[in-house]
């Protein structure tokens, strides 16, 4: 099983800063199947980032993903008031499908 | 337009099971590579994967849930049935039916229901 570990756990930032934020896994992730999802309080998660880079459908460009093999990160280059929420990675790419535990992204 | 949404009881009691239909729209699990799983949320926790059902009849389940789960499609209805047994208070959580694809290019969970909260109390 590949265990994601991300960090932070809490990001303080400034509306119009940047945030990065961390992924790790255990092992190599089979082809960079690694996602992204933003989470709001009482919301389903939604797909940012699939393919640890490309952006889903609807995504502004101000988040952007990279990485591949154990090491990943998601950008987002300039906070906007709605992108304050818990940020989850996945990956996808073997059985079972692992979650990371998750950064919060709070405003500071 | 792709929606999925679950529904279930909001209360088990400790050793009950629990059975949660995730109903859902726009697609078919009868095409080839599509996959409809089952996330859950403990309040205020991370995300936990449980089990999938695609397409083609393959069955995943979390291993260290794996003997108290069973997960069903009827491609008919369009649902997919979860049911785990033995239910404990650790088991409250929020679940979640979300659709993947596995055919190129393979994807992550892409559309997600709204969650139904489970609460396990005597």
């Known amino acids: 099983e590949i265990v994601l570990t991300q960090s932070p756990g809490t990001l303080s930032l400034s509306p119009g800063e940047r945030a990065t934020l961390s992924c790790r896994a255990s092992q190599s992730v089979t082809n960079n199947y690694l996602a992204w999802y933003q989470q709001k309080p009482g919301q389903a998660p939604r797909l940012l980032i699939y393919?640890?880079?490309s952006r889903a459908t609807g995504i502004p460009d101000r988040f952007s993903g990279s990485g591949s093999g154990t090491d990943f990160t998601l950008i987002i280059s300039g906070l906007e008031p709605e992108d304050f929420a818990a940020y989850y990675c996945q990956q996808y790419g073997s059985s079972p499908l692992t979650f990371g535990g998750g950064t919060k992204v709070e405003i500071k | 337009q792709i929606t999925l949404k679950e529904s279930g009881p909001t209360l088990v009691k400790p050793t009950q099971t629990l059975t949660l239909t995730c109903t859902f729209s726009g697609f078919s699990l009868s095409t080839s590579g599509v996959g409809v799983g089952w996330i859950r949320q403990p309040p205020g926790k991370a995300l936990e994967w449980v089990a999938i059902i695609y397409s083609n009849d393959d069955k995943r389940y979390s291993p260290s849930l794996r003997s108290r789960l069973t997960i069903t499609k009827d491609t008919s209805r369009n649902q997919v049935v979860l049911t785990m047994t033995n239910m404990d208070p650790v088991d409250t959580a929020t679940y979640y039916c979300?659709?993947?694809?596995?055919?190129?290019?393979?994807?992550?969970?892409?559309?997600w229901g709204q969650g139904t909260l489970v609460t396990v109390s005597s």
């Open positions: 393919g640890a880079s």
């Open positions: 979300a659709q993947r694809m596995v055919a190129q290019p393979v994807m992550p969970f892409t559309y």
